[in-house]
């Protein structure tokens, strides 16, 4: 799907006439960036147009497809224009190791994206850099640790969610039903039980809402629109709905997690990573130069949520299939989980 493709479902006529004079007048009196290209030491790529880039030669749903058809034309080090930024594409196991593991340190800052940075979830592990992100990550880590993460210890968490979560789905007596919701909120109490201490029934009204807001919030973060509104967040406020939509869940789960962080917070006990969060800040108080300010905190917070369940969730998913799909894999998945748990 092109660019063009992801643009017009979402225009009416005349919003569409309004972006087509602002692209002719952007075409007209901007400098062309193309102009310099050959003139300048940068990877080699396919030659882009003014404003558009190389857009218009992507599939913006799978552009990873279309990023393989370059690799091989130009190398698995290539230059390709999002509308108007430039961005270098690196493709291959060993181009990516020389980087990410040899060059580390000039490869390790990530870009936030528009739609992170005008809702203020700039801060964090996720799309942070810098000192405030080292040490976010340091505590995160260090405090998962200190509540179980990759331990012995979580198996406390862990074995009573799979009870709950196999007591649901026998509710369903052997019908067909899709698992999606209720392994993420299996996933997600894991996770709330380091984070916040606590738990939640999988048929809480407030639960069941955060969760599916929050996947229906990355589906949104890899849509064409989102990608769009990114490169050109002007025309994106103005016409692309799925920008507006975005914006409205991350407000919503700011609001909720502030509410949990409140709720929750016990000074006295620490019984969880958000706890150890508020006391670190609480020491640091009055220092100018502290990170752990309320913003990082909470994006903090909300990237554990986030990402400790998206990721985890997407995993066992995945598996349900492949065992589906494969039922001898699936008879040796179940030998080797009986012979572990009967040792």
Known sequence: MGVWDTLL??????????????????????????????????????????????????????????????????????????????TVVLTGYKTMKEALVNYAEEFGEREAPTVAKEAHLDYGVVWANGDSWREMRRFALSTLRDFGMGKRACEDKIIPECHSLLKEISKFQGEAFDPTLIINSAVCNVICSMVYGTRFEYDDPDFRTILSRTMKGIQLLGSPGVQLHNLFPRIGRLFLSASKQINQIFTANKNYHLKLLKETFTPHTCKSIADAFQLRQQEEDGCPNSHFHNANILVTIMNLFTAGTETTAATLRWALLFMAKYPKIQDQVQDELSRVMEG
Do not use: W
Request: include cysteine; proline fraction near 13%; charged fraction near 20%.
């Open 9 to 86: 479902p979402s225009l009416g006529p005349s919003s569409l006439l309004g972006v087509g004079v602002l692209l002719l007048l952007v075409f007209l009196f901007c400098p062309h960036r193309t102009s310099s290209q050959k003139h300048r030491k940068e990877p080699p790529g396919p030659t882009p147009i003014p404003i558009l880039g190389n857009l218009h030669q992507l599939d913006l749903k799978r552009p990873d497809q279309t990023f393989m058809k370059f690799a091989k034309k130009y190398g698995s080090v290539f230059t390709v224009y999002m509308g108007p930024r430039k």
